[in-house]
């Protein structure tokens, strides 16, 4: 009898084991099928967008080790002796892979989630089988129902420091998590025989899961932007990391005296980093502070767990509240202070384009008149060395009689576009003078044999048709040369002979460029393919 019993026990342990397997593949089945509608002819849906940086392997890699370490951490250190979780946030990481991969990939990741999610329920034993799998299928059903929503109401590219798209984000937490906790309580009441009331479990289910995602989703999107490739190395900032460890480690100093009232203190110290960094550091720091918090408080620690022996309390009336009251510590002056910095931001850009605007040709967007002899009395009081080129178009009247403005005008942006190209390559700049007559400027030493063979490919290159205004044209340009640097003489002189060797190049039948000497300059060698003076 007693060998027959212990058969028949381990049968029925193997033929438990075959059922969970089976409800495990049924699961893995159903998140495929999933991924076939989303292929499908637009049956499915999809939250990942293009605005996202592309992220590979490596991503979803660090997404599943997320999901692995913080379900561990809130399984062994989060939960009191009754089975409850302040807050749940390893659906966070499952949350960011469908806002930030690509479909497929995304699909894997929930696929690891949830098997790592089953294992660690298993190894913890904290709940029965049904029950784990009911919990770790209903966790991606929360993040199924909320990515689609998070996508349409907070931004191509999710950034939940907002406070309008953290307030839009809020709702959807608790709507994913109502509609999932609804699901839970009926299929524990109605089928694995829970005897809790359903109310207050329903009530504790939504409150852990929203919060979870509510506390960690900023961070994780935080570790994810804030990382290089393939690496989790934070671009840190000395004095906001050491305000961060400050809030952490106050927050264990005021949960482990638990007669202290050191924990108000957190609120202050919320407050001076949500003014000094950025509001994802906030927000970061929030969801370490809730942490370790929760940690503590379920080891009876703190002043919560002391006002609740019994744990009764801890969940449902102070410690998620207390959580969320973090949030609102830092949400407004995130707001305050991100609305200040965007006017700046918003007032440095206005300036830059009324510079722009003042400096530059409103057609072709190269330098005007004014900036470019700015620059070049900066060239002539620093002695810079280069060359000076003076670039007027030939017969640029016959395109406008023949064309018309219109047409003119979309020849000289495309032409000023391409004098660009062939300039700015070497550090130089371009100016547009006035009508069809531009000036460039490029920096360096030449010998003769360079500038000729500079000038001869920038003629070259503008004697290429253009494409405009539905036509394709050709045309040819004079050019005037004048070297910098050799000499001391003002930028108006060097300006009044780049000019003389523009003209001497039309009186010599246009098409070609002239390098302007002085007559007495012995130690000047004229060009084989241009003009000198």
């Not at 503590?296 to 620690?301: E, V, W």
Request: charged fraction near 20%; include cysteine.
């Amino acid at each position: 009898m007693p060998a027959s019993s212990a058969v028949r026990g381990a049968i029925d342990r193997l033929h438990a084991v075959r059922v969970e397997w089976h409800l495990f593949l049924a699961v893995i089945r159903v998140l495929v099928v999933l991924d076939a509608l989303r292929e499908g002819a637009g049956l499915g849906w999809r939250p990942y967008r293009s605005a996202e940086t592309r992220r590979g392997i490596g991503t979803a890699a660090m997404l599943v080790a997320v999901f692995g370490a913080s379900c561990l951490i809130s399984r062994f250190f989060f939960t009191d002796e009754f089975g409850y979780s302040s807050f749940w946030p390893p659906n966070a990481a499952m949350l960011v892979a469908l806002l930030t991969l690509r479909p497929r990939l995304a699909m894997g990741v929930l696929a690891a989630c949830l098997a790592v999610n089953f294992g660690i329920n298993r190894f913890a034993g904290a709940l029965s089988p049904p029950e784990s799998l009911l919990a770790c299928s209903l966790n991606v059903i929360q993040v199924l129902l909320a990515a689609p929503m998070t996508r349409r109401f907070c931004g191509a590219k999710i950034d939940l420091t907002r406070p309008r798209r953290f307030a839009a984000f809020t709702v959807i937490a608790l709507l994913s998590a109502a509609t999932e906790a609804a699901i839970g309580v009926a299929i524990e009441y109605l089928f694995l025989g829970d005897a809790a009331p359903p109310i207050g479990e329903w009530m504790q289910w939504v409150l852990c899961d929203a919060l979870g995602l509510l506390l960690a989703t900023p961070a994780v999107l935080n570790l994810l932007r804030y990382s290089r490739p393939g690496q989790i190395i934070w671009r840190v900032e000395k004095e906001n990391v050491a305000l961060l460890l400050s809030c952490v480690v106050l927050t264990i100093l005021s949960f482990a005296w638990t007669r202290s009232p050191l924990f108000l203190f957190l609120y202050p110290a919320l407050a001076m980093l949500a003014f000094h960094a950025r509001p994802a550091w906030s927000l970061t720091a929030v969801f370490f502070v809730s942490a370790f918090a929760s940690a503590l408080t379920a080891r009876g620690l703190g002043p919560i767990a002391r006002l609740s022996p019994d744990g009764t309390l801890m969940r449902e009336g102070m410690m998620q509240p207390y959580l969320f009251s973090l949030l609102l510590v830092v949400l407004p002056i995130n707001n305050a202070v991100g609305e200040k910095r965007r006017d700046t931001r918003r007032l440095m850009m206005m300036k830059a384009n009324l510079e722009h605007a003042a400096t530059h040709d409103m057609l072709t967007s190269t330098m005007n008149r004014q900036k470019f002899e700015a620059i070049l009395k900066s060239v002539v009081e620093w002695q810079q060395p280069g060359v000076i080129l003076f670039i007027d178009i030939d017969d640029f009247k016959g395109v406008n009689d023949s064309l018309g403005h219109q047409a003119g005008d979309a020849f000289l942006k495309a032409f000023s576009v391409r004098l660009r190209g062939l300039v700015t390559w070497r550090g130089g700049c371009v100016g547009r003078f006035g009508g069809d007559e531009f000036a460039a400027f490029v920096p360096g030493r030449f010998s003769p044999e360079e500038l000729d063979a500079l000038c001869v490919m920038i003629s070259s290159a503008l004697r290429a048709p253009y494409c405009f205004a539905g036509v394709t044209r050709s045309v040819t340009a004079s050019i005037g040369a004048v070297m910098t640097g050799m000499d001391r003489i003002t930028a108006d002189e060097l300006i009044h002979r780049a000019d003389t060797a523009l003209y001497a190049t039309k009186a010599a039948g246009r098409d070609g460029y002239t390098l302007f000497r002085e007559p007495a300059a012995d130690d000047l060698v004229p060009f084989p393919a241009g003009r000198a003076l």
